[in-house]
C-alpha cells in the first residue's frame, strides 16, 4: 500500500485571488509531495498509537490545514505543480492580466464544465501571489 500512496498525482482546489477576486484553482501535484504533508497532519491531529485524525468535529480544520499546506508547499516550489485548471473566465482574466497562457495538452473538458488548463510554467511565475494564506 504505501508504494500506491506515494506514487500518481493527488489533485486539490486551492483558494486564489487575481485582482481582488477570488477563484479556486485546480491543481495536481504529485503523491509524494502529498505525504509528508499528510504526516504533519497525523501529527497534528492524530493520537498516540491513532495517528489519523479520528474526532469527527476536527475533520474539517484538518482539510483546511491541508489546503494550507498545499498552497505553502505550491508557493515555496511553484514548479511542483503538474498540471491546473481554472474556469474559462478565470483564465481570460489570468492571461489578460499576467500573461498565463492556457494550454491544449489533454482532451478538451466538454462545454458543461467550464474549465481549461493552463501553462503550469506561465502560472509558476505568479503562484506567490495568487495562493490565498489562512
Known sequence: MSRFLRSGHHE???PAR???AEFSLRVWIEMQDVVPLLETLDALFGEP?????THVEQLRVAQETLVELMAQVLREHPEKVR????????AERLFAELGIRRVEVYPTYPLSIDQVDLDV????VHLQTLLLSA
Open 49 to 53: 498509537g491513532r495517528p489519523y485524525c
Open 83 to 90: 498540471r491546473a485548471c481554472v474556469e474559462t473566465a478565470v
Open 18 to 20: 487575481l485582482s481582488g
Open 121 to 124: 510554467r506561465d502560472l509558476a
Open 12 to 14: 486539490a482546489v486551492l
